[in-house]
């Protein structure tokens, strides 16, 4: 049996669909597979919701010479026991599968966001085509920010998942919770007694605590905001369900640094934009997404200075794309009420910076270590963490300055300040 076949499962049967799926695009005719093999998708971890992996494909379809063609495949961590207990209980690999099989196909039809799935198995494989041959990769070395460019490409590639959704219901007549049933289910952060998320919520809440009586030097400032900030982070139960006053769209829901490739030209400008990793998709405002997106990805002063700009530069990108599918924005999603959603956002974006960049901002030699075995990955327990963030925030000047950053941001859109 080939090492392929051992480490993602596949059978002959399997790569004959994936090539002719990928051939489906070129016209493809009959093609004879001459051998396959198997790498890790680069020396560092592109995530850590799963295993990522190329696949390169070696076929004869009758031409002078043979073809090699190349797919970047995600598979549950089945070798991590309990990450992939993890994301079985929060549905993270049955939701993208799903997803990417019922839905994404139909709203990628509309516009160009994401990447285009080829096969999926047993809820614990994908396959997509490679988006790196034509020049799409995740920013490396940026600390997970972003300028002004770089943003523009992604709030279009936001603009059209969101017009997409948008089209695709006017298209159906109905809205998509209720074309789709349950596809869109929050799984994220599910308020459930002993739910996988619900206890991580409470580790991130002490980690975060952890950090203000590490950092805040004035005692009664420090009382007041360990005794207000737990429930505040606990609104994202809240904030993270669909909304009755605004219109909702598919969301992206997880916009960090590693889920947004782009493709740069000849001089280094960034000229396209492509969302992955669908595993955590929510119906909400597009005011989450962009919230969500800036949080992330700027700093307080990047953000006092341009949030106005990049709001209305999300707001004229939304509304072309809907011209294009013949959609008036007044009609879906006026511009007084954008504004609105994303100021109401803003709560949602400050605790979810938290969540993600306190652990992705750390060394990554710590985090490719931590997702190296499973042995490794149970000692990285609620002690663990927050020693090494903790031990981060001390001796890391960048980190450090990241995360006050984003604590002093939480302080203010919950008006603790």
Same mark, same amino acid.
């Given at each position: 049996?080939?090492?392929e076949?051992l480490?993602l499962? %596949?059978?002959?049967?399997? &790569?004959q669909t994936?090539v002719?799926?990928?051939?489906k695009d070129?016209?493809?005719?009959?093609f004879?597979?001459?051998?396959?093999?198997v790498?890790?998708f680069g020396?560092?971890?592109?995530g850590?919701?799963?295993?990522h992996?190329?696949?390169?494909i070696?076929?004869d379809?009758g031409e002078?010479?043979?073809?090699?063609?190349?797919?970047?495949?995600?598979?549950?961590?089945?070798?991590i026991?309990k990450? @992939?207990a993890?994301l079985?209980?929060?549905?993270?690999?049955?939701k993208? @599968?799903?997803?990417f099989?019922?839905?994404?196909p139909?709203?990628?039809?509309?516009?160009r966001?994401?990447?285009?799935?080829?096969?999926?198995?047993?809820?614990?494989l %994908?396959v997509?085509?490679?988006?790196?041959v034509?020049?799409f990769?995740?920013?490396?070395?940026?600390r997970?920010?972003?300028d002004?460019?770089?943003?523009?490409?992604?709030?279009?590639?936001?603009?059209?998942l969101?017009?997409?959704?948008?089209a695709? *219901?006017?298209?159906?007549?109905?809205?998509?919770?209720e074309?789709f049933?349950?596809?869109?289910?929050e799984?994220a952060?599910?308020?459930?007694?002993?739910?996988a998320? /619900?206890l991580?919520?409470?580790?991130?809440?002490?980690?975060?605590?952890? #950090?203000?009586?590490?950092?805040?030097?004035?005692?009664?400032?420090?009382? *007041?905001?360990?005794?207000k900030?737990?429930?505040?982070?606990?609104?994202?139960?809240?904030?993270?369900?669909s909304?009755?006053?605004y219109?909702?769209?598919?969301g992206?829901?997880?916009?960090?640094?590693?889920?947004?490739m782009?493709?740069?030209?000849?001089?280094?400008?960034p000229v396209?934009c492509?969302? #992955?990793?669908?595993?955590?998709?929510r119906y909400?405002?597009?005011a989450?997404?962009?919230?969500?997106l800036?949080?992330?990805?700027?700093?307080r002063?990047?953000?006092?200075?341009?949030? /106005?700009?990049?709001q209305g530069?999300?707001?004229?990108?939304?509304k072309?794309?809907?011209?294009?599918?013949g959609?008036?924005? *007044?009609?879906i999603?006026s511009?007084?009420?954008?504004?609105?959603?994303?100021?109401?956002?803003?709560?949602?974006g400050?605790?979810?910076?938290?969540?993600i960049?306190?652990i992705t901002l %750390?060394?990554?030699n710590?985090l490719?270590?931590?997702f190296?075995s499973a042995?490794?990955?149970?000692?990285f327990?609620? &002690?663990?963490?927050?020693? &090494?963030?903790?031990?981060a925030?001390?001796?890391d @000047? *960048?980190?450090?300055?990241?995360?006050?950053d984003?604590?002093?941001?939480?302080?203010?859109?919950?008006?603790?300040?």
């Amino acid at each position: 049996m080939a090492a392929e076949d051992l480490v993602l499962g %596949l059978t002959c049967a399997d &790569k004959q669909t994936i090539v002719e799926n990928y051939l489906k695009d070129f016209a493809g005719g009959k093609f004879t597979i001459l051998s396959s093999s198997v790498a890790s998708f680069g020396e560092q971890r592109t995530g850590y919701l799963g295993d990522h992996h190329q696949l390169t494909i070696v076929i004869d379809s009758g031409e002078d010479e043979s073809r090699e063609i190349t797919f970047f495949a995600k598979k549950l961590p089945t070798r991590i026991p309990k990450l @992939a207990a993890y994301l079985v209980e929060m549905k993270a690999f049955s939701k993208e @599968a799903e997803l990417f099989r019922e839905l994404l196909p139909r709203l990628l039809k509309f516009g160009r966001f994401g990447p285009k799935c080829l096969f999926q198995k047993d809820n614990e494989l %994908l396959v997509f085509k490679n988006v790196r041959v034509e020049g799409f990769n995740v920013l490396d070395g940026n600390r997970g920010l972003l300028d002004l460019v770089h943003l523009e490409q992604v709030l279009r590639a936001l603009a059209r998942l969101h017009a997409a959704s948008f089209a695709l *219901e006017a298209q159906l007549g109905r809205s998509l919770v209720e074309a789709f049933p349950g596809i869109l289910d929050e799984n994220a952060w599910v308020n459930e007694e002993n739910h996988a998320r /619900t206890l991580e919520l409470e580790l991130v809440i002490k980690t975060l605590c952890a #950090v203000i009586e590490h950092h805040e030097k004035v005692e009664q400032r420090k009382e *007041e905001l360990l005794r207000k900030i737990p429930d505040c982070v606990r609104q994202l139960f809240e904030l993270v369900k669909s909304s009755t006053g605004y219109r909702n769209a598919v969301g992206h829901g997880d916009l960090w640094n590693n889920n947004i490739m782009f493709q740069h030209n000849e001089s280094g400008v960034p000229v396209d934009c492509l969302l #992955v990793d669908f595993q955590l998709p929510r119906y909400v405002p597009p005011a989450y997404d962009f919230n969500m997106l800036a949080a992330l990805t700027t700093t307080r002063d990047f953000r006092r200075k341009h949030l /106005t700009f990049l709001q209305g530069f999300y707001y004229q990108s939304l509304k072309s794309e809907l011209l294009r599918h013949g959609l008036n924005i *007044e009609q879906i999603l006026s511009k007084d009420e954008f504004w609105e959603s994303c100021k109401f956002y803003q709560k949602a974006g400050a605790i979810d910076s938290f969540i993600i960049n306190h652990i992705t901002l %750390l060394p990554r030699n710590l985090l490719d270590e931590t997702f190296s075995s499973a042995e490794q990955f149970e000692r990285f327990d609620e &002690k663990f963490k927050t020693e &090494k963030c903790l031990k981060a925030f001390d001796e890391d @000047a *960048e980190y450090r300055s990241r995360v006050v950053d984003i604590v002093e941001t939480l302080y203010e859109v919950f008006d603790l300040v």
